[in-house]
């Protein structure tokens, strides 16, 4: 069964967090709510999520997926924290996916991932993406690296996350199922 480790830093984006972990989960990937702190977790619009674990817990073990919600000030306690720019160094360099959306590839930036790749995010944050050449693209995928633009394009992230994870076929009937249109 795939893994899916999903960051929670306060602030993060409600909607992007919780359709990646619905997605994944109706496709039977084992799918870790991760805080970088004990306890609650709470979002940019004040909803409180309990995270299945805390990241001093979890950062050895090896996640086939670690998905970065945005939201602020979510995605820039992602960027500055050592933990999860080192969690996005190791995933990428043993060839497992790091994703994030929104406001998030900014930590992949900070992670010095995103060097010579294509990628997408929240566009009032194209200029925090380093080297990465911008694409207007809902979801990009390069290599290990997978980026989405914000919060009307969670869907066709999870869905894209879920096709690496367990192929095109659970992908589209996840997508039948849930009548989605893109």
């Not at 970088?36 to 709470?42: C, D, H, Q, Y």
């Amino acid at each position: 069964m795939p893994t899916a480790c999903i960051l929670l830093a306060d602030g993060f984006e409600e909607i992007e967090a919780v359709t990646v972990a619905d997605v994944l989960r109706r496709a039977e990937v084992e799918t870790v709510l991760v805080g970088t702190k004990a306890g609650t977790v709470t979002g940019a619009h004040g909803i409180a999520l309990q995270a299945d674990a805390v990241l001093p817990e979890v950062t050895d073990r090896a996640w086939d997926l670690v998905a970065l919600p945005g939201g602020m000030p979510g995605a820039t306690n992602l960027r500055d924290d050592p933990a999860v720019c080192a969690l996005l160094r190791r995933q990428v360099a043993e060839g497992r996916i790091a994703a994030a959306i929104c406001a998030a590839p900014i930590a992949l930036a900070a992670a010095g991932v995103l060097e010579g790749r294509r990628a997408t995010c929240y566009p009032g944050f194209r200029d925090q993406l380093g080297p990465a050449t911008y694409e207007e693209a809902p979801v990009v995928t390069d290599g290990p690296v997978i980026t989405s633009r914000g919060p009307g394009t969670a869907l066709s992230f999870a869905l894209t996350l879920t096709a690496e994870l367990c192929g095109t076929a659970v992908r589209d009937r996840l997508a039948a199922a849930m009548l989605a249109t893109s």
